[in-house]
């Protein structure tokens, strides 16, 4: 897993990319997902999403993902599980001062943002993990947040 997500940090505009053709098509399945339950869709989704994101980038399945805004490097692989950049602790070679053989996650999401369209997003502070959503699908998340917000501005527009 730890070749293959260093791998992917090295192509992140790549799969910056592929996030972007594939936001738009979960979220415009909103109907359908809405139909079948958001509860009933969870556990299939999610185990597609372990499954991918596993590969990929060794997901935690925090059920708050922030790739997109890491250089596609997931904070939660940081052995103190930091989601706002380094420690402090980094070695002088890059490495992780707790897990010395590892490279620090936050010098790959470096990495990875100069890569990406929008990688300025590595600069927004983030939020702390809520613990209550591990294990959760972040894709339904994102398609009801999206859903949700879609919603209240069509509300807004009939209300006037």
């Given amino acids: 897993m730890y070749r293959v997500r260093r791998w992917v940090v090295r192509h992140a505009r790549v799969f910056e990319m592929i996030y972007r053709r594939f936001e738009p098509v979960l979220v415009k399945l909103a109907p359908v997902w809405r139909r079948l339950g958001h509860e009933r869709v969870e556990a299939p ?10 590969a990929l980038f060794d997901c935690q399945m925090c059920g708050q993902c922030i790739l997109s805004a890491t250089g596609m490097s997931c904070p939660m692989n940081c052995p103190k599980t930091l989601r706002n950049g380094p420690c402090g602790g980094v070695r002088a070679d890059g490495h992780c001062e707790v897990k010395p053989e590892m490279m620090c996650v936050w010098v790959d999401a470096w990495e990875g943002s100069r890569q990406m369209k929008q990688g300025d997003l590595i600069h927004a502070v983030q939020l702390p993990v809520d613990h209550r959503l591990t294990g959760s699908s972040s894709w339904l998340r994102v398609v009801r947040q999206q859903d949700a917000s879609s919603s209240s501005a069509a509300n807004r527009e009939t209300t006037r």
Avoid: S, W
């Fill in 45 to 54: 989704v999610r185990r597609v999403e372990k499954a991918a994101k596993g």
